[in-house]
């Protein structure tokens, strides 16, 4: 009568951990979903963005060859613009990426479900 009891609570044991291991591959699948998305996003935004950036520096760089008269000038002017934007870019990186990532991921990753 005892053994049937051991029996009953291994498997009682048994059947709760595959319900773990289900739903933990469950949660895990929807924050991969979830964190894949965001990321397929952030990249056509990037490509749009990059298209946009390119072509409002040729507007800056035509309208800089007008101002100035002459076309290297322009477009240095143009080219300086676009290295002091990415040194900026860098020296904030850690507020401008770094950070709203590592935030976006650890509240994803360690929320709890509801």
């Given amino acids: 009568m005892e053994g049937q009891n051991y029996k009953q609570l291994f498997d009682s044991i048994k059947e709760h951990a595959k319900l773990e291991i289900e739903y933990s591959k469950l949660t895990l ?7 894949l998305s965001r990321a397929i996003v952030v990249t056509i935004l990037i490509i749009f963005g990059a298209g946009v950036m390119l072509l409002l ?19 240095l002017i143009a080219i300086i613009l676009v290295v002091l934007l990415a040194l900026l ?8 990426i770094i950070n709203p990532v590592t ?11 509801e």
């Fill in 29 to 35: 699948a929807e924050k991969l979903s979830i964190l």
């Fill in 57 to 75: 520096l040729w507007a800056f760089a035509k309208w800089m060859i007008a101002v100035t008269g002459s076309m290297w000038l322009g477009v």
């Fill in 89 to 96: 870019v860098c020296g904030y990186r850690k507020q401008l």
């Fill in 103 to 113: 935030r976006f991921v650890t509240k994803l990753l360690l929320t709890p479900e």
